[in-house]
T-cell receptor, first 114, second 111 residues
Framework: SQTIHQWPATLVQPVGSPLSLECTVE??????LYWYRQAAGRGLQLLFY??????ISSEVPQNLSASRPQDRQFILSSKKLLLSDSGFYLC?????????????FGPGTRLTVT | QKEVEQNSGPLSVPEGAIASLNCTYS??????FFWYRQYSGKSPELIMS????GDKEDGRFTAQLNKASQYVSLLIRDSQPSDSATYLC???????????FGQGTTLQVKP
């Protein structure tokens, strides 16, 4: 069965500090991967998605970036965090070529920028 | 008009009752629809997917889809306090293939 991991689970970072969040998927190959952010009391905002190694599409202009160095690894980064970057960051995956398009979420990383 | 609309709630039902959660969407070409459950502080969990008009049942959950009315709903029978959560409706965009999420409906099941 497939499993998705995210770490760290929680993070408190000062404004202007760098960020690196990691997501890995087990039990599948060539998944589509996604980064979402959920701000307090708000809906899910798609930040990035990837259909393969090195292939990243950005949904929202911001100071975040994403990379996919390996098939089942997806990384979200920032060089300098802003207060507005606080939120619940969720990684998700879908099975490549699966016509059902079901998307599954990881446990998330709660980021507080102080 | 929002692409996917849900009443934010809270929707409060007594234990054992049927909870009815509703969602409307604007993309007439959408073919895939999903319901997620999100407990406070946790990530969303996929509980139902539906692709054809009509009803789809899974245990105490029934998803209903009406493409002509652009409406999808989730019924929870014999509601339990453990069903208290926020329920997110998601629709796959026919243009981009990405999931568009509603803001979610908070359900409270009172013992």
């Amino acid at each position: 069965s497939q499993t998705i991991h995210q770490w760290p689970a929680t993070l408190v970072q000062p404004v202007g500090s760098p960020l690196s969040l990691e997501c890995t998927v087990e039990g599948t190959s060539n998944p589509n991967l996604y980064w979402y952010r959920q701000a307090a009391g708000r809906g899910l905002q798609l930040l990035f998605y990837s259909v393969g190694i090195g292939q990243i599409s950005s949904e929202v202009p911001q100071n975040l970036s994403a990379s996919r160095p390996q098939d089942r690894q997806f990384i979200l980064s920032s060089k300098k965090l802003l207060l507005s970057d606080s939120g619940f960051y969720l990684c998700a995956w879908t099975l490549y070529g699966n016509s059902a398009y079901e998307q599954y979420f990881g446990p998330g990383t709660r980021l507080t920028v102080t | 008009q929002k692409e996917v609309e849900q009443n934010s709630g809270p929707l409060s039902v007594p234990e054992g009752a049927i909870a009815s959660l509703n969602c409307t969407y604007s993309d007439r070409g959408s073919q895939s629809f999903f319901w997620y459950r999100q407990y406070s502080g946790k990530s969303p969990e996929l509980i139902m997917s539906i692709y054809s008009n009509g009803d789809k049942e899974d245990g105490r959950f029934t998803a209903q889809l009406n493409k002509a009315s652009q409406y999808v709903s989730l019924l929870i029978r014999d509601s339990q306090p453990s069903d208290s959560a926020t329920y997110l409706c998601a629709v796959r965009s026919s243009n981009t293939g990405k999931l568009i999420f509603g803001q979610g409906t908070t359900l409270q099941v009172k013992p």
